[in-house]
């Protein structure tokens, strides 16, 4: 199957600084990559889908500039945690799919887990 | 809106016993159904799926059926290993406009699988 990574797989920072989480997929082109998060003993929470290219749509109650998203390209996508609070401690998840026909398997990446200091 | 719900974990069990872990949904229109897998330190992994009524979907053992009806989804394997033990999750889909599909999950069961 097609493998999605993320970069780093764990970090801890200090409060008020930024972060950045790399989502790649390593053997296809990912036309469309979802971010989600997930807290201990939750489900996941879909934050924001993204198209390559295009400016992502953000869920309702996700905060744009808190959880900048970027996606230049069919095998990159880049969530940044801005100004990084003990409250964004989670665990980010991220999915990649390829546009075609009705249905798109998404591919997910293993995650990565922050801490905020 | 679209929920999932699923029965709490942890389930422990022993190899070569009988599995079930209920998933109902609510949804609007017919959605497509899922369980996931997602073993320990890696990404989540499509199971199995349904994409309309009576459908089963079955992989490596395990078996949902889509029941309308009852609004479930329920997971089956008739004898678990303990190469099963993870954390399961039952998902639905929509999908979007433009393409894709958008996934809401249920909060995920446990399973530990014990010789």
């Known amino acids: 199957g097609a493998v999605v990574s993320q970069h780093p797989s764990w970090v801890i920072c200090k409060s008020g600084t930024s972060v950045k989480i790399e989502c790649r997929s390593l053997?296809?082109?990912?036309?469309?990559m979802f971010w989600y998060r997930q807290f201990p003993k939750q489900s996941l929470m879909l934050m924001a889908t993204s198209n390559e290219g295009s400016k992502a749509t953000y869920e309702q109650g996700v905060e744009k500039d808190k959880f900048l998203i970027n996606h230049a390209s069919l095998t990159l996508s880049t969530l940044t945690v801005t100004s990084a609070h003990p409250e964004d401690s989670s665990f980010y998840i991220c999915s990649a799919t390829q546009t075609s026909g009705t249905y798109n398997e998404q591919f997910f990446g293993p995650g990565t887990r922050l801490t905020v200091l | 809106g679209d929920s999932v719900t699923q029965m709490e974990g942890p389930v422990t069990l022993s190899e070569e016993a009988f599995l079930t872990i209920n998933c109902t949904y609510t949804a609007t229109g017919y959605p497509s159904l899922f369980w996931y897998v997602q073993y320990p330190g890696e990404g989540l992994q499509l199971l199995l799926k349904?994409?309309?009524?009576?459908d089963k979907g079955s992989n490596k053992g395990f078996e949902a059926t889509y029941r309308k009806e009852t609004t479930s989804f329920h997971l089956e394997k008739g004898s678990v290993q303990v190469s099963d033990s993870a954390v399961y999750f039952c998902?639905?889909?929509?999908?979007?406009?433009?393409?894709?599909?958008?996934?809401?999950f249920g909060t995920g069961t446990q399973l530990k699988v014990e010789l």
């Open positions: 053997d296809f082109q990912a036309t469309t």
């Open positions: 349904a994409t309309k009524a009576d």
């Open positions: 998902a639905l889909s929509h999908i979007l406009t433009g393409g894709g599909n958008k996934l809401t």
